[in-house]
């Protein structure tokens, strides 16, 4: 799996399905000129941290091993970013290939990453967001197409529903980015990348207390569970 570019804000976490872990860094902070290419921020105005790939990512989340810490670190927000898709219809039966990898890198790594992210938060009453999609809404589904797909992030939105429950102080919510022209939602998607991100950029500075638990879409209305 290719590890994605990603950046961040001072006081922002963001862990991606490939397992992107971005740190605090000082606006100095020098990285290769190539992370930079697509970005729709300027260098200045986002720093970039250091890139974990997949095999890289299980000692990042496991509460064991001391390699990944921010100890003393205080975040305000957190965003958790996982989503490889399975296209077949529920009409072909599901080989337990295809399940284990949707769910451990839809599914698993969000579980991991959480109770760990979670107390990093708690100190400024944070916003923990986690990017789901529109297609995990039980409300809103009629199609049976890409069902590994929408389990997994089914199973995602249950997991925001439940982390509020744990972190009563913080504002956990799940969000959708549109559809977004990339490889998995194609060229015929309706947002280009960096539109979805301006969307959900001005959403995460409006989040507060009455959104929490709440499935938000990228234009700021609410999505139903």
Not at 36 to 41: F, G, K, R, T
Not at 63 to 77: A, M, T, V
Not at 93 to 115: C, K, S, W, Y
Not at 171 to 191: N, S
């Amino acid at each position: 799996m290719p590890v994605a570019t990603s950046f961040l804000h001072v006081g922002l976490l963001l862990l991606t399905a490939a397992m992107v872990a971005l740190f605090p860094a000082p606006a100095s902070a020098q990285m290769e000129p190539e992370f930079y290419d697509d970005l729709p921020y300027a260098p200045g105005e986002w720093n970039i941290g250091r890139r974990v790939d997949e095999s890289q990512f299980r000692y990042c989340v496991d509460p064991r091993d001391p390699s990944w810490q921010l100890d003393g670190e205080k975040l305000d927000l957190a965003i958790q970013v996982a989503g490889v898709i399975d296209r077949p219809s529920i009409g072909e039966p599901v080989t337990r290939e295809r399940f284990d990898r949707i769910m451990h890198t839809n599914v698993l790594g969000v579980l991991q990453a959480i109770p760990q992210v979670a107390p990093l938060l708690q100190p400024g009453h944070g916003v923990l967001a986690v990017i789901s999609s529109i297609m995990g809404s039980l409300q809103l589904t009629t199609s049976p197409d890409a069902v590994l797909y929408r389990v997994s992030k089914a199973a995602v939105n249950m997991v925001v529903r439940s982390a509020q429950g744990q972190y009563p102080d913080l504002t956990v919510v799940a969000l959708h980015p549109g559809w977004v022209r990339t490889d998995m939602g194609g060229a015929g998607a309706t947002l280009a990348p960096e539109q979805s991100a301006q969307d959900l950029r001005g959403v995460l500075a409006k989040v507060g207390k009455k959104h929490r638990g709440q499935f938000i879409n990228h234009d700021g209305s609410t999505i139903p569970w």
